[in-house]
């Protein structure tokens, strides 16, 4: 899987740091990719949940690109983990070259890391999958 990054949104002030959990409730899991060499962080997933809905809020770091998105997923009879991060990731103009909505965990994972090394242009990152 590739990802396009050159148009990659700038921050949104609702989505500066300070306020990074404005869903300051159902939190689900993180999946952050980690740049090994230095230690930060270049993608962060999180999820939260809401009832029955899904929600994504998403952060980039990169060298000279940075961006956040957000996303949610409703309804039933497919994965909204994946389509509410999908989302988040259109939201904040990354372009993959396959589609993850809907399609579960494993694409999340693959998408994560192709934005991870879309930013750092690094090929060996860390995944780390946190749970709440």
């Not at 590739?2 to 990659?8: D, G, M």
């Not at 989505?15 to 869903?23: A, L, Q």
């Not at 952050?32 to 809020?57: E, K, Q």
Request: glycine share 12%.
């Amino acid at each position: 899987m590739k990802a396009n990054i050159s148009n990659l949104t700038k921050w949104i002030l609702a989505f500066t740091p300070e306020n990074r959990d404005r869903i300051n409730k159902g939190f689900s899991k993180e999946y952050a990719v980690i740049n090994p060499s230095n230690g930060d962080s270049v993608v962060l997933l999180r999820v939260y949940w809401t009832g029955t809905t899904c929600h994504c809020i998403a952060w980039f770091y990169g060298k000279d690109s940075y961006g956040n998105g957000y996303g949610k997923a409703t309804g039933g009879n497919y994965c909204k983990e994946s389509a509410a991060i999908a989302y988040a990731i259109d939201d904040a103009g990354i372009e993959l070259s396959d589609a993850i909505d809907g399609r579960g965990e494993s694409m999340v994972r693959q998408a994560a890391l192709a934005i991870g090394k879309t930013l750092t242009g690094k090929r060996k990152l860390i995944l780390h999958v946190s749970h709440g």
